[in-house]
């Protein structure tokens, strides 16, 4: 069985590299990854921190997860990093996604934050999300 976390990475994936909306404001193309790749050029999206707690009850298992999508803009443009992020947010706030081997209960967009990197004066955008899964 696939982990609820990876399930709904993947569920993530597949509802956003579809979107030419979200590509165009990419670049071209989602650029959504697991890990930053080398010499990439913003803009583009990870998956940041994630954690999944028990969330089940007496007759099925589930988890909570709260998680988070790291959006790095293009040099000098913070605008280009939140339009991405709000583009995210839309796509997947209070959608039914469905997820390999469990169930979607419930995804909502908790927060957004943008803040500068003081080493490569980039700028992030944070998108922070909570879903609800059982098993499938």
Do not use: C
């Not at 696939?2 to 990419?26: F, H, K, N, Q, Y």
């Not at 589930?62 to 988070?68: D, F, I, N, T």
């Not at 959006?71 to 996604?97: I, N």
């Not at 169930?103 to 803040?115: E, P, Y």
């Amino acid at each position: 069985m696939t982990s609820p976390i990876l399930a709904l990475r993947r569920a993530i994936m597949d509802a956003s590299s579809v979107d030419a909306e979200l590509a165009s404001l990419m670049g071209g193309s989602v650029r959504l990854y697991d890990e930053p790749p080398r010499n990439a050029e913003p803009v583009y999206a990870l998956f940041g921190d994630v954690e999944a707690k028990d969330w089940s009850t007496d007759t099925d298992r589930g988890h909570e997860q709260v998680l988070s999508l790291v959006v790095w803009s293009e040099r000098g443009s913070a605008r280009s990093g939140l339009a991405a992020a709000e583009r995210f947010a839309m796509l997947l706030d209070d959608v039914p996604l469905a997820l390999d081997g469990h169930r979607l209960v419930n995804l909502r967009v908790t927060a957004i934050a943008s803040h500068r990197d003081k080493d490569t004066q980039l700028s992030r955008v944070t998108l922070h999300l909570r879903a609800v899964t059982e098993r499938a």
